[in-house]
């Protein structure tokens, strides 16, 4: 089910509508039939209708079924209709304003253009519910048609328009706006999940200072901007990748050992190379482990970078390479 449906939790608040046609039922039958069945309608239509449907909502796997499958809702509210018109027409009509909250429901829950696929199910329910055709029940029509088209489409557009800028300013919050990669917020709450067999890699531009100094910040820019590109364009789907802080990226890879983490580090390195063959990066990476926390891991992963960095730059150091610089050094 998409991020629009479950914003709008359309499961709650079509058993609202359920719940609010069983009152307005509830209160408005009585008053329209005065005869013995009428609370036997009420019985009926309340008791073996709604309140069912409502404890079976419950159980229905609505994640699996998608947007169109909380159309039950309001059609079940014109099944009730329906069922209440059938031992008398005409009597029940007033009830067709619930037909008014199906088409908000409709609006509120689902994409534009959905209230007008639903207008001839609702004119049905209009004219049975009224018991004949006529000049009257024409005009009435007519103008519940407009109402409920108007109703369902503003809600609708409103609601989708509300989603998008609801998604836009949560991609916002999360994404670096240079690079295009996400920041360093969204990189904390990622980290938070990061699973024993993933690894870390932190990447840092080369003498990237001296280029802001030589060639100016916007040039700078261009190369970290260029940098994130690449970074999209060459991880997989499933990686992550944010600007932890200037010249700095880091990338959380899922299920990926320190040999396949050179894999994909060759890769960037290649593309990278054929982007600016002139300014290099050097990495550091460490692999995720039951036995130590994430933060223990990053900190891991930037000893491997300085060592890297240590060791003459343009280069990459794992964690498994770490005693080997230290040794190295030291002689």
């Known amino acids: 089910m998409d991020r629009c449906l479950a914003d709008a939790n359309p499961v709650a608040l079509g058993r609202v509508l359920l719940l609010a046609t069983a009152i307005i039922v509830t209160c408005t039958v009585p008053m329209l039939d005065t005869g013995p069945d009428a609370w036997l309608q009420v019985m009926l239509v309340v008791g073996g209708l709604l309140v069912p449907s409502v404890l079976v909502s419950r159980l229905v796997p609505w994640q699996r079924l998608g947007r169109r499958a909380t159309l039950a809702f309001p059609l079940i509210v014109c099944i009730v209709l329906l069922v209440l018109s059938a031992r008398d027409p005409m009597i029940y009509s007033p009830l067709t304003g619930v037909l008014s909250l199906c088409f908000a429901y409709i609006g509120v829950t689902q994409t534009p253009r959905t209230a007008l696929a639903a207008l001839p199910v609702a004119a049905v329910t209009f004219v049975v519910v009224n018991g004949e055709w006529s000049l009257p029940v024409m005009i009435r029509l007519s103008i519940g048609v407009w109402v409920w088209a108007i109703l369902g489409e503003v809600l609708s557009r409103f609601t989708a328009r509300q989603a998008s800028l609801s998604e836009a300013l949560r991609v916002a919050a999360h994404t670096d706006a240079l690079t295009g990669v996400a920041n360093r917020r969204d990189f904390e709450l990622r980290l938070a999940v990061a699973a024993p067999g993933d690894t870390i890699m932190i990447c840092d531009l080369d003498h990237f200072k001296q280029l802001n100094d030589t060639h100016g910040h916007r040039a700078g820019d261009l190369v ?65 482990k039951a036995n130590r926390s994430h933060a223990e891991t990053l900190a891991v992963a930037d000893r491997a970078l300085y060592a890297a960095k240590s060791a003459g730059r343009n280069r990459a150091v794992s964690e498994a390479g770490l005693d080997v610089v230290s040794a190295v050094s030291q002689a």
């Open 224 to 288: 970290l901007a260029e940098f994130g590109s690449m970074l999209r364009a060459t991880l997989r789907g499933c990686d992550f990748a944010a600007r932890y802080g200037g010249e700095e990226f880091v990338l959380i890879l899922p299920a990926t050992d320190l040999t396949d983490a050179e894999t994909t580090l060759a890769r960037m390195r290649e593309q990278w190379t054929v982007l600016h063959p002139t300014v290099t990066f050097s990495a550091g990476f460490a692999g995720c």
